[in-house]
């Protein structure tokens, strides 16, 4: 590494970058070594809003490095630390940094795209105007957005961790992604992508039921439910030895060039 900044075939890390003065409010830039397309991704990863690390996903920055993607990981604060909705201000930080830094590295546009937890972010970055407002953005700025096996609907808080995070049971109802979009929609376009077999955060009534609200006020919507990938392997299946259990890459992929 020289300088932060770590080379490969493909693609150079610019590492430890810091979008804030939080202690977590750091994220790693993955930059293609072709040209970029002109979106750019950033992304947020899972672990109920409690748990996880952007190192634990290299395979992500690296997999979209590769697809001529500038994509930038973030790591965000974390429950009992951070709680609703201080993850959600840090995603928006992130957001705010990116957004000033792509056309350095040739890209102009950003997509936020988040796996679990880190989809229920990008949703309600992109479906409730507050976060982005904070940080002098809009939804409307945004090139779309894509949610690998979300929770988009989850009140009742059933699991002690998530019951924390959203300080159950006093969980307004305007924290739920499912909620803005059944009452205001979104003209962003998304890409929604789940498992059928997840068995920790339900396709239909998350994915399935999210996408029904946003095709009612008609955005520009694509959904796709596989087998053979759970709630965990369905991101996994970004990563080389994963790639043969379904297609997530490639729909991302496509999804993101054509915005």
Same mark, same amino acid.
């Not at 507050?130 to 096996?149: D, I, K, N, Q, Y």
């Given at each position: 590494?020289?300088?932060?900044?770590?080379?490969? +075939?493909?693609?150079?890390?610019?590492?430890?970058?810091?979008?804030?003065?939080?202690?977590?409010?750091?994220?790693?830039?993955?930059?293609?070594?072709?040209?970029?397309?002109?979106?750019?991704?950033?992304?947020?990863?899972?672990?109920?809003?409690?748990?996880?690390?952007?190192?634990?996903?290299?395979?992500?920055?690296?997999?979209?490095?590769?697809?001529?993607?500038?994509?930038?990981?973030? +790591?965000?604060?974390?429950?009992?630390?951070?709680?609703? #909705?201080?993850?959600?201000? +840090?995603?928006?930080?992130?957001?705010?940094?990116?957004?000033?830094a792509l056309p350095q590295w040739g890209a102009?546009?950003?997509?936020?795209?988040?796996?679990?937890?880190?989809?229920?972010?990008?949703?309600?970055?992109?479906?409730?105007?507050?976060?982005?407002?904070?940080?002098?953005?809009?939804?409307?700025?945004?090139?779309?957005?894509?949610?690998?096996?979300?929770?988009?609907?989850?009140?009742?808080?059933?699991?002690?961790?998530?019951?924390?995070?959203?300080?159950?049971?006093?969980?307004?109802?305007?924290?739920?992604?499912?909620?803005?979009?059944?009452?205001?929609?979104? =003209?962003? #376009?998304?890409?929604?992508?789940?498992?059928?077999?997840? =068995?920790?955060?339900?396709?239909?009534?998350?994915?399935?039921?999210?996408?029904?609200?946003?095709?009612?006020?008609?955005?520009?919507?694509?959904?796709?439910?596989?087998?053979?990938?759970?709630?965990?392997?369905?991101?996994?299946?970004?990563?080389?030895?994963?790639?043969?259990?379904?297609?997530?890459?490639?729909?991302?992929?496509?999804?993101?060039?054509?915005?």
């Open positions: 590494m020289i300088n932060g900044l770590v080379p490969s +075939d493909t693609h150079t890390v610019l590492a430890a970058q810091r979008y804030g003065a939080g202690e977590r409010q750091l994220l790693d830039v993955y930059l293609p070594l072709a040209q970029p397309a002109r979106t750019a991704v950033l992304f947020f990863y899972g672990g109920s809003w409690s748990s996880g690390d952007r190192a634990d996903y290299t395979f992500v920055g690296e997999a979209l490095a590769a697809q001529g993607f500038v994509t930038l990981v973030a +790591d965000y604060g974390l429950s009992p630390v951070v709680r609703y #909705p201080g993850f959600l201000e +840090d995603c928006a930080e992130a957001a705010r940094w990116a957004w000033a102009d546009r950003l997509c936020l795209v988040g796996h679990s937890a880190g989809a229920y972010n990008a949703a309600m970055l992109a479906l409730d105007s507050r976060w982005l407002a904070r940080v002098g953005r809009s939804p409307e700025e945004l090139a779309g957005w894509a949610g690998l096996a979300g929770p988009y609907d989850f009140l009742p808080i059933g699991l002690p961790a998530v019951q924390t995070a959203f300080g159950w049971p006093d969980t307004p109802i305007d924290s739920q992604p499912l909620y803005h979009a059944q009452r205001v929609g979104s =003209d962003v #376009p998304a890409l929604l992508l789940a498992a059928r077999e997840d =068995d920790l955060v339900s396709p239909r009534r998350n994915t399935l039921a999210l996408a029904s609200a946003l095709r009612a006020h008609g955005t520009p919507l694509n959904v796709e439910v596989f087998d053979r990938v759970g709630h965990a392997t369905l991101v996994g299946a970004m990563a080389r030895p994963l790639r043969h259990l379904a297609p997530v890459l490639p729909r991302l992929a496509e999804f993101i060039g054509r915005l």
